[in-house]
């Protein structure tokens, strides 16, 4: 089993910044992907960005604002977010992809969640 824990999140004026961090703990795995998504009220959630095997990508709406970076030693990924938006607003959730040592197939995995919330 892999635990993944968010922090950064809080309340915002637009234009400002924010900085989410997720930390997957565990034992007997490996991370192929990690990233985030968000979901905001009575909307689907939705990719925001996503690190794989040094590559990146971004949801068309924060290209630019926001930059992914992962710690591969200490199994962390960070989002950076600057000049948020209203439209910004959501739960955003930590997602890791993994393999397991001892069994077979890709696992995925979801933090708590941690609310950004962009004032007008």
């Known amino acids: 089993q892999v635990q993944l824990v968010e922090s950064g999140g809080g309340l915002v004026q637009a234009g400002g910044s924010l900085t989410l961090s997720c930390a997957a703990s565990?034992?007997?795995?490996?991370?192929?992907?990690m990233g985030w998504y968000r979901q905001a009220p009575e909307k689907q959630r939705e990719l925001v960005a996503v690190?794989?095997?040094?590559?990146?990508n971004y949801a068309g709406s924060v290209k630019g604002r926001c930059t992914i970076s992962r710690d591969n030693a200490k199994n962390t990924v960070s989002l950076q977010m600057n000049s948020l938006k209203p439209e910004d607003t959501a739960v955003y959730y930590c997602?890791?992809?993994?393999?397991?040592?001892?069994?077979?197939?890709?696992?995925?995995?979801w933090g708590q969640g941690t609310q950004v919330t962009v004032a007008s």
């Open positions: 997602n890791a992809v993994v393999v397991h040592i001892f069994k077979s197939g890709t696992y995925t995995y």
């Open positions: 565990g034992s007997g795995f490996r991370i192929n992907a």
């Open positions: 690190t794989s095997g040094g590559s990146t």
